[in-house]
């Protein structure tokens, strides 16, 4: 998704000149961590099952991804590219998994989604991401577990304190939810 989010904060720059954006691309919970501890002021992020917090933008289905032609090794356990512990799409991704009796082996991690979608480009591994996010030179890969769904949510200001917010809330359901339910 940062490749589809820099297109739209640069627009909403340009229409607020005045304003001063600070951006951190990163792990959900880990800037939901540091918005926690005044660092940042929003998140755009995932929410956890069971969470209420957030005002949700979008529903995001998560998909197995590979290189065009990828085709699973037969008695192999599946390579994954995972992003490290921690994060909800590699748990659901395990959890499909392991429900469906899959053998699976993570052989490559990386704290970067441009890192993991690496690996799934090259044909090194397969990974999940969400489907609205998919970049050049990766497919979906059918046949493996439901990975389900991610709702992405804007976190903070909760009182909409903010002018800014309610616009900027506006860029990215433009910007990144109409792209993303279009792709469902």
Not at 30 to 57: F, H, N
Not at 163 to 176: K, N
């Amino acid at each position: 998704m940062p490749q589809q989010l820099a297109p739209v904060l640069a627009r909403f720059a340009r229409t607020y000149p005045e304003l001063r954006l600070e951006v951190e691309v990163g792990r959900s919970h880990e800037l939901r961590a540091a918005m926690a501890k005044g660092a940042l002021d929003l998140v755009l992020g995932k929410r956890r099952d069971g969470e209420t917090e957030g005002r949700l933008i979008w529903t995001e289905s998560i998909v197995w991804v590979g290189a065009r032609g990828w085709e699973p090794e037969e008695g192999k356990p599946l390579p994954l590219a995972m992003l490290p512990k921690g994060c909800m799409f590699r748990d659901r991704a395990l959890a499909a998994l392991a429900r469906a009796g899959m053998a699976f082996e993570i052989v490559y991690t990386s704290a970067s989604l441009l890192g993991v979608a690496a690996a799934a480009q090259a044909g090194f591994a397969i990974t999940v991401l969400g489907r609205a996010g998919l970049p050049e030179g990766v497919v979906e890969i059918p046949g493996l577990p439901d990975a389900g769904t991610a709702p992405m949510c804007v976190f903070g200001d909760a009182e909409g304190r903010s002018a800014v917010v309610e616009p900027l809330i506006g860029f990215i359901r433009e910007g990144l939810a109409a792209p993303a339910r279009a792709a469902a």
